[in-house]
T-cell receptor, first 112, second 112 residues
Framework: KAGVTQTPRYLIKTRGQQVTLSCSPI?????VSWYQQTPGQGLQFLFE???????NKGNFPGRFSGRQFSNSRSEMNVSTLELGDSALYLC???????????FGPGTRLLVL | KNEVEQSPQNLTAQEGEFITINCSYS?????LHWLQQHPGGGIVSLFM???GKKKHGRLIATINIQEKHSSLHITASHPRDSAVYIC??????????????FGKGTKLSVIP
């Protein structure tokens, strides 16, 4: 069974631009969560989706948004990029909410 | 807000040694996760537990709910165990109303 895939793997943007990251969960998994990892803050929870509904959101500004499609694929969007948004963005999927999560390889975003 | 503290921050061990990594948190939780992150970013979920003890191969995770403390043990450590180990706790009530908080991680290096 294929694992969680994330595209793109690497991305360079400039301040003020917006970016969309994509996550394809393991087949059959209905829950997708997004995380941000930076050297300073470590791992932080962004949001979780289940059956196309956002179930919970971490403490991030409204510039960070996401959605989930009927096939469970998910996207997250960051608008008006700031230098501090440079990070590794990780997606994880699970069969249901609050079950063991399987992580994708991440998208490394650099904002210049 | 739940505070998650891991110790030690860095750990160097000789191959074959028994290793313990600790995680303490400040408020009640519904579940605790242990994650392993290898250089390059890939994260693997090792355990999810809410009580007692779980074992998988050479890895053992325990949790004491009353003391708000969990330990991850590695028996007969091997250089391939070298990674960052991250503790994460899920706190809150009800589906869709929780916070997932991560520790800063413990960097383990196992020397042959």
């Amino acid at each position: 069974k294929a694992g969680v895939t994330q595209t793109p793997r690497y991305l360079i943007k400039t301040r003020g631009q917006q970016v969309t990251l994509s996550c394809s969960p393991i087949s059959g998994h209905r829950s997708v969560s997004w995380y941000q990892q930076t050297p300073g803050q470590g791992l932080q929870f962004l949001f979780e989706y289940f059956s196309e509904t956002q179930r919970n959101k971490g403490n991030f500004p409204g510039r960070f948004s996401g959605r989930q499609f009927s096939n469970s694929r998910s996207e997250m969007n960051v608008s008006t990029l700031e230098l501090g948004d440079s990070a590794l963005y990780l997606c994880a999927s699970s069969l249901l909410v609050q079950e063991t999560q399987y992580f994708g390889p991440g998208t490394r975003l650099l904002v210049l | 807000k739940n505070e998650v503290e891991q110790s030690p921050q860095n750990l160097t061990a000789q191959e074959g040694e028994f290793i313990t990594i600790n995680c303490s948190y400040s408020v009640g939780i519904s579940a605790l996760h242990w994650l392993q992150q290898h250089p390059g970013g890939g994260i693997v979920s090792l355990f999810m537990l809410s009580s007692g003890k779980k074992k998988h191969g050479r890895l053992i995770a325990t949790i004491n709910i009353q003391e708000k403390h969990s330990s991850l043990h590695i028996t007969a450590s091997h250089p391939r165990d070298s990674a960052v180990y991250i503790c994460a706790v899920r706190s809150g009530s009800g589906a869709g109303s929780y916070q997932l908080t991560f520790g800063k991680g413990t960097k383990l290096s196992v020397i042959p």
